[in-house]
């Protein structure tokens, strides 16, 4: 899920000069890694768990040589969420796994000449020991997962069947997207811009046999709720934008013959056609009408002088890239639709720019009104007219471009005069009355795909048998095993290379026993990713994809942090998945996550990090120089979590000499400092570094939340002074940055126990107000001296004693006192006659 690349092996010239830490991270971080791990510091008892809390990130896809340093960003910052809450008593569960298969693995392995299997269990061992283990996060190792195992893809398949058996999994001809350098078909959210997300080739339209999860019968649920969930804004509205819901009118077109083509009446007479449209006003600037180029009535319509053109036009389409200039040309069906109010004869074309599966294959074209369809009218020659003008009297008609926006119609019979939105309606209930045609609602959303004709993925648990045709893999025969095979790259072809595995492939039907077939394509790796979680609290269970008890106290997740690209990805399939599994009784909660924030992208010395630009940041040059808590502080002070940060190698020696000072002021006073603090003022800046450093840290604000442990440790210094109170409370709220040296810190003070089962500090509000303040005091408005008087002084109290100072006295004196304005803990003004 969490995609990562190549690193750049070395560090670089600008790290080489920063001055690593004097203090000796590396032994005590290699000694607490072993010691958190021996006393099982972060292993949580699922069952027992009175306050439960699951902290959640986006497993690693280890299709590369290590994580990147993003990775390593939406990690630390989830984990300090989890340290967080742990010490506030909460029972944190932070598991970790690995989404381990799919396109990016296989091509990795491709690239190297290795077996994907070989790669993948070699990248998962150094993903966990030399990384994972190495930043300081608090992972639940005991809960591992691996989607590569059959332990876990056993329950994928599982799923899929439960789906498959409520007529949520079909198996349908589509036209699909392929990938012509991967070699298999991508689901409409893999396709960015018209090419492959993963490896940017221009992706092409091919008409095959394919699985899909019926997620458009989930569209509305799926928009609606969204309201409910704490996420990120910017992700949910690239969800609202994905689902894409519109209301519009749905009706039909009636084709009429024309017999002054060929001197005898064309086929297709007969024939309706429904066509959907957002805009019913625009209804009278209707020139023709468009079909994209499979559509079903095609064959039924098409006059017998114009079939040869049109199935040339079909080919190319086929072929066509989804992302090639469109709206420039079609052809002529020799077909006519009759406009349904004004009876006029509108020809029929088949248009590259009409794509089969969205909405109904059809639209009404109205170029003067829709850009794409003037684009288009203006390449073949058909007639545009305008029928929409701007609502602005003084605005001028520009007819070389399309008016798409709303106004007053006009041309537009019984509806001329009427603005836009009355129109609609007004048009709409026209059809309705009349029985040709109907509110309708349409989304953007597709059913997800989820076939894929590789090696590298869990088969779909589908036999197909002679009499029975698809029949479900009885669950007790599950795992469908992926066999261990030499020819496993792909072929190109359509079909899977386990289609040339005959004892894979020859089976029995579970229903007669007559020779079968199994399904030889695997299923996409976001179908695994999407249920992680759920099998996390359950992986070391053989006897069910989880445990429903265990899944009502954990489920849904509490917070969960990752990158906003998988917005219309993973997200929206984790979410169709678990209302799927609510509806049908298998989960309790509709929704996954309660809470989503999606991390920043970090750049580096203002560019966008790439292998391309030799810019790429390999985290583990970073932890062996500096050790793991420079390097999370740093990544987490760069800037806001949410809005990321541009990283340098110079830029990291601040945060050297931040935790070096730590280090030496908790050295320096730990053994000799007395219990509390000095003066009530040092007891009030104890307390607001509580304050600011809680309130920060529970919003995702770890910039602001460090740079105030910062002043915080240079009042101390300044001050010359520190209590054991102070240096314990400056210990606990660095322990989510920078575990490591709390920890070594925290037994150098002789304190019991890990500082990670230390309780966070609460604030007092009245330990926070200062025990004096300054008040200014004016006379007639000019500053004429300053008073210093306790905070809790009343208003009587700070005007008698601003009045009573020498210097005001001077200036009010043998004159009168109109009046007195306090302004509370700032001025006194004395107005005098």
Known sequence: MSQTHVPQPGAGEALQQVRPPSYDFASFEAKWRTRWEEQRLYQVDLQRAKKPFYNLMMFPYPSAEGLHVGNMYSYV?????????????????????????????????????????????????????????????????SHEVDTT?????????????????????ERKS????????????????????????????????????????????????????????????????????????????????????????????????????????????????????????????????TAQERRAEVQTFQERMSKLAVDAERGTSGVFTGAYARHPLTGERLPIWIADYVLEGHGTGAIMGV????????????????????????????????????????????DSGEFTGMASAEAREAVIAWFTERGLGERSVSYRLRDWLISRQRYWGPPIP???????????????????????VENWRPTGTGASPLAAIEEFVNTTCPIC?????????????????????????????????WDPALARKWLPVDMYIGGAEHSVLHLMYARFITKALHDLGLLENNEPFKRFRANGMITRDGAKISKSRGNIINPDDYIERFGADVFRVYLLFMGPYE?????????????????????????????YAPQAPSSPEALRSMHIIIKRVSEDTASLKYNTAIAAIMEYVNGIIERRAASKAELETLLVLLAPYA??????????????????????????????????VTIAVQVNGRLRDTIEIPASASAEEVQRHAQETERVQHFIEGRSVKRVVYVPGRLVNIVIG
């Open 367 to 410: 170029p003067a009104h829709d850009q794409t369809d003037m684009l288009f009218a203006r390449s073949v020659g058909l007639p545009i007219r305008f029928v929409v003008r701007s609502a602005d009297v003084a605005a001028v008609q520009d007819e070389q471009e399309a008016n798409e926006e709303d106004g007053i119609l006009y």
């Open 643 to 671: 809005g990321g940060g541009d990283f340098s190698d110079r830029g990291i020696s601040g945060v050297v000499r931040f935790l070096e000072r730590a280090w030496r002021l908790v050295e320096q006073y730990s053994q």
């Open 462 to 484: 589908i036999i197909y048998c002679p009499e029975h045709g698809a029949v479900p893999v009885p669950e007790d025969q599950l795992p469908v095993v992926l066999p261990d």
């Open 174 to 301: 589509a036209s699909v997207n392929w990938c012509p350098k991967d070699k298999t078909v991508l689901a409409d959210e893999q396709v960015i811009n018209g090419r492959c997300e993963r490896c940017d080739s221009i992706v092409e339209r091919r008409w095959l046999e394919q699985w899909f999860l019926k997620t458009t019968k989930y569209a509305q649920r799926l928009l609606d709720d969204l309201e409910g969930l704490d996420w990120s804004e910017r992700v949910k509205n690239l969800q609202r934008n994905w689902i894409g819901r519109s209301e519009g009118l749905n009706f039909a077109l009636q084709v009429v013959s024309e017999p002054e083509i060929s001197g005898e009446t064309q086929p297709g007479q007969d024939v309706a056609i429904q066509a959907y449209t957002t805009r019913p006003d625009t209804i009278f600037g209707v020139t023709f009408v468009a079909l994209s180029a499979r559509h079903p009535a095609i064959e039924a319509i």
């Open 77 to 141: 910052g989830t984990d300090i969420q989890g340290r967080y809450k742990a010490m506030q008593g909460y029972d944190v569960f932070e598991p970790i796994g690995f989404d381990a298969f799919g396109i990016h693995s296989e091509n990795f392995a491709i690239k190297q000449g290795v077996h994907p299997r070989i790669l993948t269990k070699r990248n998962i061992e150094h993903f966990r020991e030399r990384q994972l283990k190495h930043i300081g996060n608090r992972f639940d190792w």
């Open 149 to 169: 195992s059959p332990e876990y893809y056993r329950w994928t398949q599982w799923i899929f069947l439960q789906l498959f058996k409520a007529g949520l999994a």
């Open 513 to 545: 026993g007559q020779p079968a077939r199994r399904e030889t394509d695997v299923n996409d790796n976001f179908l695994d990713s999407s249920w992680y979680f759920m099998r996390y609290i359950s992986s070391d269970d053989a006897t069910q994809a």
């Open 739 to 772: 575990p490591y040296m709390a920890e070594e810190l925290w037994e150098q003070m002789g304190k019991s126990g890990s500082v990670h089962r230390a309780s966070w500090p609460e604030y007092d509000p009245e330990a926070i107000q200062a025990q004096r």
